[in-house]
């Protein structure tokens, strides 16, 4: 088993280091989202979840790129273009 096939007691994977994984704080959220909604459903998680990401994650990494979008597409893996239609799309342009 490796350290990505660890679990703590609540499921969460396990941490190798003093800083935990991304997906850590992610799970997290995802499992106080759910526990919020406190039996009533939820239409279009995935939608809402990609929403409620990719736009702290835009924000976050213009701001370390000083605004510079052809770095921070860089940085994210992404074309220059889809960053600024994805900026548009949510209101950060």
């Known amino acids: 088993m490796n350290a990505v096939d660890r679990t703590d007691s609540m499921g969460a994977p396990a941490r190798t280091g003093t800083r935990a994984p991304l997906r850590e704080h992610v799970a997290n959220s995802v499992r106080r989202y759910l526990r919020d909604l406190d039996g009533c459903d939820a239409n279009d998680l995935y939608e809402i979840a990609l929403r409620e990401l ?7 990494v213009l701001n370390h790129c000083d605004g510079n979008q052809s770095r921070a597409a860089s940085m994210l893996g992404i074309h220059r273009a889809t960053l600024r239609r994805k900026l548009k799309d949510y209101g950060l342009a």
Do not use: Q, Y
């Open 54 to 60: 990719e736009i702290p994650l835009f924000a976050e």
